[in-house]
Antibody
Framework: EVQLVESGGGLVQPGGSLRLSCAAS????????MSWVRQAPGKGLEWVSA????????YYADSVKGRFTFSRDNSKNALYLQMNSLRADDTAVYYC????????????WGQGTLVTVSS | NFMLTQPHSVSESPGKTVSISCTGS????????VQWYQQRPGSAPTTMIY?????PSGVPDRFSGSIDSSSNSASLTISGLRTEDEAEYYC????????FGGGTKLTVL
């Protein structure tokens, strides 16, 4: 059974940093690209970032480019999203998502972790 | 920028069939796969249809997906509606970047 468990969310002041983690299990982790998708309160889904199975390629939405860094540790089946220079409009639930191999297609989602940026 | 447009809301009665559309703003929607995600209130999204018309294991065959190139749109069709189908539905595709539709709230009344 595929499981994706996010952690690391919380309250942070504007300009601050936070690191999200996602623990994955139930599939061959290194064979699949992974993504983060966020959802601001009362809003729709927004893709944030993706990483290739080997970790050598990363992609970012314009809204987070230069501020967020996505990495993975295939020896630990773990993902990390380092978020710096956080702004109020980064407030959202952040979902870890498994892609179908390298395709821009999500087949499994985590339960999400809430990030609140506020003073 | 490529956009996917969905109706804000649809409603239908239990046992009936409903279709939710997802229209591409430019280019051909058939050039890339379309996915459909269901999100019940207070829950994470789940994948109902991937690669235009494929169902993950565990998704009932009451859910189906299709592409209509003539209208540059994708559709999610749910037959035999149940109250548990009441949720927000999002389409998603890729065109020089990931794109989500704005979501459609399905009410089953």
């Amino acid at each position: 059974e595929v499981q994706l468990v996010e952690s690391g969310g919380g309250l942070v002041q504007p300009g601050g940093s936070l690191r999200l983690s996602c623990a994955a299990s139930g599939f061959t982790f290194s064979s699949h690209a992974m993504s983060w998708v966020r959802q601001a309160p009362g809003k729709g889904l927004e893709w944030v970032s993706a990483i290739s199975g080997g970790g050598g390629y990363t992609y970012y939405a314009d809204s987070v480019k230069g501020r967020f860094t996505f990495s993975r540790d295939n020896s630990k089946n773990a993902l990390y999203l380092q978020m710096n220079s956080l702004r109020a409009d980064d407030t959202a639930v952040y979902y870890c998502a498994k892609q179908r191999y390298a395709l821009p297609v999500i087949d499994y989602w985590g339960q999400g972790t809430l990030v609140t940026v506020s003073s | 920028n490529f956009m996917l447009t969905q109706p804000h809301s649809v409603s239908e009665s239990p046992g009936k069939t409903v279709s939710i559309s997802c229209t591409g703003s430019s280019g051909s929607i058939a050039s890339n796969y379309v996915q459909w995600y269901q999100q019940r209130p207070g829950s994470a999204p789940t994948t109902m249809i991937y690669e235009n018309n494929q169902r993950p294991s565990g998704v009932p065959d009451r859910f189906s997906g299709s592409i209509d190139s003539s209208s540059n749109s994708a559709s999610l069709t749910i037959s035999g509606l149940r109250t548990e189908d009441e949720a927000e539905y999002y389409c998603q595709s890729y065109n020089s970047g990931w794109v989500f539709g704005g979501g459609t709230k399905l009410t089953v009344l």
